[in-house]
Structure formats: structure tokens, C-alpha cells
């Protein structure tokens, strides 16, 4: 079955640690976004990418980072310059603007 | 910058009633959509509006549009228990990427 499967489920950072979240899908969708969310606060951009070796600031870039080597992925850091990064974040991946977004189930991210 | 308001942003009802919720948004669109959010989980695509439409259904859901009032309302009839949930509103503008609302969570009683 076609999807997007993000990993970890559960992650757990140290405070100065960078840490890697993985998306990936099967879906051969070109574009592939990023979102955090937060409680009442609804799903805010942090990056995304319309096509392989290409990527774009979202609203809330600040303290990450993405890389788009392959068209099946799109994995997510959250550097040690992230001052808030306890939050669950969203991958999703579109296969153009007259459709809906696939997401995947989700990580969350929590500093301890 | 979120784009879309919905309200309520809580709502109660009983089963077997209709369950409406609105979403405002400031810009033109090429098109709105509508998610579902269990709690915790990701998000699930429910319908997709684009602007040129007024109204469209899927199944027991009824969306309507009026980029006049830059509004759309989401309309659930005959609810169930298992339509517990947030629903949020999305808008695709200029650029290929969703703009969320912050959304309204539905809580139907059995």
C-alpha cells in the first residue's frame, strides 16, 4: 500500500543535541512538506520540497534543517539552535495543487 | 502565519445531529480543503474545494464556499460517535503549499 512513514514515533532529545526525523513515501508524489505543531496553535510550515535537490523556507525555518537527496525522502533535523523543540511534527507529500495532502502518523519530539 | 480561523473551536453535540463548523481565511485561493485529525495521529484529507466551486458532498460531508466572504463551512450530518475529532480548514494560494486554520475540535456524545 502507497503511504508516508515517519520514524520515530516517540523521540526523546538532550538539550544541545541535534536530532534526525525521517519521512519517507512511496507514493511518487515531486513535492514533500514539513509542519510542527502545537497545542491550540493549529499545523505552521517549517520547510519544503517541489522537486529532488531543491528545498524552501517555510514560515517557522529558524533551528532546522532538510535535505531532499531522493525523491522518496525528506528528513527533518532539529539543530541544538531550536530553542523550543518539543512539539509533534507532521511530513506530508502532494502530488500536485489540485489534490490533498497525504500526511504521515506523526513524531513527537520532546527535550528532556 | 496562519491563514484560516475556524469556529468554533470547540464543539459538543449528540449523535445523530448535524455538526457544523466555519473557517475564514484573508487571502484569494486557488482552492480550500478540509482535514480530520484524530488526536495524536495525522492529519486525513476529507474534501478538497476549489474556487471556482460553491458547494460540493462527500458522503455525509457538505462544504460549502464563498470566496465573496472568503468563508466555507463544513457540514457533518447525522453525527457519530466516531467522528470525534479536529477538523481544520487549509488553503492552497500562489504557491504549492497548505496554510492551516487552527482548527475545531468535535466532540459528539453517544
Known amino acids: 500500500d502507497g503511504g508516508i512513514t515517519q520514524s520515530p514515533k516517540y523521540l526523546f532529545r538532550k538539550e544541545g543535541q541535534n536530532v534526525t526525523l525521517s519521512c519517507e513515501q512511496n507514493?511518487?508524489?515531486?513535492?514533500m512538506y514539513w509542519y510542527r505543531q502545537d497545542p491550540g496553535q493549529g499545523l505552521r510550515l517549517i520547510y519544503y520540497?517541489?522537486?529532488?535537490?531543491?528545498?524552501q523556507k517555510g514560515d517557522i525555518a529558524e533551528g532546522y534543517s532538510v535535505s531532499r537527496e531522493k525523491k522518496e525522502s525528506f528528513p527533518l533535523t532539529v539543530t541544538s539552535a531550536q530553542k523550543n523543540p518539543t512539539a509533534f511534527y507532521l511530513c506530508?507529500?502532494?502530488?500536485?495543487?489540485?489534490?490533498?495532502?497525504?500526511f504521515g502518523s506523526g513524531t513527537r519530539l520532546t527535550v528532556v | 502565519s496562519q491563514q484560516g480561523e475556524e469556529d468554533p473551536q470547540a464543539l459538543s453535540i449528540q449523535e445523530g445531529e448535524n455538526a457544523t463548523m466555519n473557517c475564514s481565511y484573508k487571502?484569494?485561493?486557488?482552492?480550500l480543503q478540509w482535514y480530520r485529525q484524530n488526536s495524536g495521529r495525522g492529519l486525513v484529507h476529507l474534501i478538497l474545494?476549489?474556487?471556482?466551486?460553491r458547494e460540493k458532498h462527500s458522503g455525509r460531508l457538505r462544504v460549502t464556499l464563498d470566496t465573496s466572504k472568503k468563508s466555507s463551512s463544513l457540514l457533518i450530518t447525522a453525527s457519530r460517535a466516531a467522528d470525534t475529532a479536529s477538523y481544520f480548514c487549509?488553503?492552497?494560494?500562489?504557491?504549492?503549499?497548505?496554510?492551516f486554520g487552527t482548527g475545531t475540535r468535535l466532540q459528539v456524545f453517544p
Open positions: 506530508a507529500s502532494s502530488a500536485g495543487i489540485r489534490y490533498g495532502y497525504t
Open positions: 507514493l511518487n508524489h515531486d513535492a
Open positions: 520540497s517541489q522537486i529532488v535537490n531543491d528545498f
Open positions: 487571502t484569494s485561493i486557488n482552492n
Open positions: 474545494i476549489r474556487s471556482n466551486e
Open positions: 487549509a488553503t492552497l494560494g500562489g504557491t504549492d503549499k497548505l496554510i
